[in-house]
């Protein structure tokens, strides 16, 4: 595509626009980026679950929409994205590559070496020494990381803990910083005196894949602690452990009071008819749920793991949790990972309190206005020409 205008040309590499984290990132930012850019957007698999910008020139670069597939041909389609990639970089007079996620970001790496006329930056999004999943995921990352990472301009990840994992553990040196992810503050969140109100039942809620590491069975273990309560849990997500989970619900005669809903398009019609969200995670990089949740100015209550919770509500101000109790904290509860004790505490002490509801909400409200699109983007475009 040729441009006959005078904004530079930007590109945006990245696996899919699935149903991730990183993903709806990448859709808010491309809404602000044609305004300032010509943008193309190259994929690996034409997955697209968010909303893409006419004006994005968008490239796939495999035939498939497939995402499992074995380690062999993940490593041969890794080959061709690299000649596929580098060529139409060179084609579209590339100004500016940007990556998301390892695999974009090691290819954004090794194309540097080549393409000595295009900045190439990479963003980091996840935990990395808690993302490795095998041992020999772990060594390609110790390899690999600061053999390519260090090869581009720079790199930003949304939590000052990544960029302190990536340079004392994986040895990169390259110029880091921190941009938050964006919000798009909706317009009717819920009134905070409505929180004032005695609910029956008391309707808790919880996004995100349901996998191993989101640890959904904390929450579950907490309701049944609290079993007397007239309260219920709404779980919305996809995952591997769903059906073991409806399986724990089922033998723990819990059936009536958790509800498994799905991959659901409109989360915030749910947010909104619900009293209080958890976030019970083992680690994150910066849960998007957790920030959305506040945005529709409900309680939250969230594990303190790596990384996110804590700079979302505390502005990362370190806290002291014992094991079994849960801390207040500025923008909402924050409790140890794993710990079904303190989270039914701080479920307990959330329904008993109906000024703390109120209160926390509006607080929510407050602190989701940090991270609302628009500013974050001005981060984003400083940090590009910086």
């Known amino acids: 595509m040729i441009h006959k205008n005078n ?10 626009i699935g149903n991730g ?76 590559a940007i990556s998301f996620l390892a695999f974009p970001n090691l290819i954004n790496g090794f194309i540097s070496i080549f393409n000595k006329k295009c900045t190439f930056i990479i963003s980091e999004r996840g935990f990395p020494s808690l993302n490795t999943t095998s041992r020999l995921s772990s060594l390609i990352s110790k390899i690999f990381y600061p053999l390519l990472y260090n090869r581009c301009s720079k790199l930003f990840s949304n939590s000052i803990y990544i960029n302190e994992d990536l340079k004392n553990n994986f040895g990169v040196t390259i110029p880091m910083s921190v941009i938050y992810n964006p ?34 069975i904390m929450i579950i273990n907490a ?38 809903h799905g991959m659901i398009d409109d989360v ?27 945005s529709f100015g409900l309680p939250c209550i969230s594990t303190n793991c790596k990384s996110g919770p804590l700079e979302i509500l505390n502005e990362n101000v370190p806290v002291n949790i014992e094991i079994g109790e849960f801390v207040e904290v500025k923008f909402g509860i924050l409790i140890n990972t794993n710990d079904e004790i303190a989270l039914s505490k701080a479920l307990q002490f959330i329904l ?14 407050k602190r989701a206005k940090y991270f609302e699109l628009n500013s974050i983007y001005q981060q984003f475009k400083s940090f590009i020409h910086s």
């Open 352 to 365: 008993d309190n109906p000024e703390k509801r109120e209160y926390y909400s509006k607080m929510g409200l």
């Open 7 to 16: 904004k530079k040309n930007l590109s945006i590499l990245s696996i899919s």
């Open 223 to 260: 309701i049944r602690k609290l079993s007397n309560e007239e309260i219920s849990l709404s779980i919305l997500g996809e995952g591997p452990l769903k059906n073991e989970l409806k399986k724990d619900v089922i033998d723990m005669g819990l059936v009536d009071k958790i509800g498994f």
């Open 268 to 294: 915030g019609k749910y947010l909104i008819d619900h009293h209080c969200f958890v976030l019970s995670s083992f680690t994150e990089g910066f849960p998007n749920a957790l920030l959305e949740a506040l």
């Open 21 to 96: 984290g990183t993903e709806r990132v990448i859709s808010l930012l491309l809404k602000k980026m044609i305004e300032d850019y010509n943008v193309t957007l190259f994929l690996f698999y034409d997955i697209k679950k968010f909303d893409v910008p006419k004006e994005v020139n968008s490239i796939v670069l495999s035939k498939g929409k497939t995402l499992v597939k074995p380690f062999f041909f993940k490593l041969v389609e890794l080959i061709q994205f690299t000649i596929i990639y580098k060529r139409l970089l060179k084609k579209s007079n590339i100004d500016f």
């Open 183 to 216: 919000l798009e503050i909706p317009a009717s969140p819920i009134i905070p005196k409505f929180l004032l109100n005695d609910f029956r039942p008391f309707k808790i809620i919880s996004v995100g894949a349901i996998n191993t590491n989101k640890n959904h």
